[in-house]
């Protein structure tokens, strides 16, 4: 696969298209131009990945740089969202996959390995790899997405009904913990996909992609609870999901949108409040907040997945 040197890599035909929606997306976020504000300019809502990146996960810590992963090898490119300029951050190699990712305070990166059946950690400074983890056999699992919760990492797996818990700092050991209560593994499907915190800071929020549910999950017994949804029917293909307080945004990629939701006290229902949509979202696979923002990467799933096909990632408002 040849990627562009990030110093040469051009905007997309459809960045140079959208720039009118960029604009108007930038004013609605209060960011002004320069010469209407008498600010420094407003930052990027749109900035390239290198050609043949295929794009899944990404997340955004304190610092205004973004982490997305690549699925081709597994690399992490590193884009600094004041000037939407990037570079790869960590090299992938051949066999390997980077799909959801968080960053931690500890200055990781926690990386799925999608298919391979692994988690990863990388220095978000340096690229350095740090840990590999086997946590499942490499067939019949996808180790999908990632939440960072007290001392552990969490992940799921789309294809087997359990979330693997990986330890952070020194010592301890992965923990598989099965999904029981109203979860039910669908087959041959995608299932537990993206994963949250509740607000309550005791369990987790898995979204099911098929047939497109909601549930509140225990990390202590494993235990599921469908959140009853209100004013949706679904949120099928459900992906990346982030949580600011009780508001819920979840990125449904092949439907190009993402709908918001506002959770009650106990995360046991969730009442859709708006959907936002784009014309630059080109199926959106998971989100990540900074300030007013919230970045998508377009993963782009129903076109062609070759060395040259273009990748964006997007920021709309709050």
């Known amino acids: ?66 982490y997305l992963g690549s699925r081709a090898d597994g690399a992490i490119y590193r884009t600094d969202l ?34 391979g059946g692994t988690a990863r950690t990388v220095d978000a400074r340096t690229g350095e790899l740090r840990t590999t983890y086997e946590l499942t056999a490499p067939t019949g699992h996808f180790v999908n997405d990632v939440v960072l919760f007290r001392d552990r990492a969490w992940f799921t797996d789309s294809r087997d009904a359990v979330l693997y818990g990986v330890p952070r700092g020194r010592g301890g050991s992965v923990r598989a913990l099965p999904l029981t209560g109203d979860w039910e593994q669908l087959p041959g499907v995608n299932n537990a996909n993206g994963i949250v915190s509740t607000p309550d800071g005791r369990d987790v929020i898995v979204v099911k992609s098929t047939p497109g549910e909601l549930y509140r999950v225990s990390l202590r017994t494993g235990r599921a609870t469908r959140i009853a949804l209100s004013g949706a029917e679904n949120v099928v293909n459900g992906d990346g999901l982030v949580r ?64 040259e096909t273009t990748f964006t990632a997007v920021a709309v408002p709050l």
């Open 82 to 115: 004041r000037t939407g300029k990037g570079a790869v951050l960590h090299e992938g190699a051949p066999g390997l996959a980077a799909i959801g990712l968080k960053l931690g305070d500890d200055g990781l990166l926690y990386v799925s390995g999608g298919g």
């Open 1 to 66: 696969m040849t990627r562009n040197h990030p110093q040469h890599i051009q905007p997309s035909r459809r960045a140079v298209l959208g720039g009118a929606a960029v604009a108007a997306l930038a004013a609605a976020a209060g960011t002004g131009t320069a010469q209407a504000t008498g600010h420094r300019p407003a930052w990027p809502t749109e900035f390239p990945l290198p050609d043949g990146w295929l794009p899944e996960g990404i997340t955004i810590g304190g610092a205004p740089y973004a």
């Open 244 to 307: 600011v307080g009780r508001t819920l945004y979840v990125v449904q990629n092949r439907s190009n949108v993402v709908t918001v939701f506002d959770l009650d006290a106990r995360a046991a229902t969730a009442t859709l409040r708006r959907s936002i949509t784009d014309p630059r979202f080109d199926v959106p696979a998971t989100a990540a907040r900074f300030r007013d923002r919230l970045y998508l990467v377009n993963a782009r799933f129903t076109s062609p997945q070759t060395p």
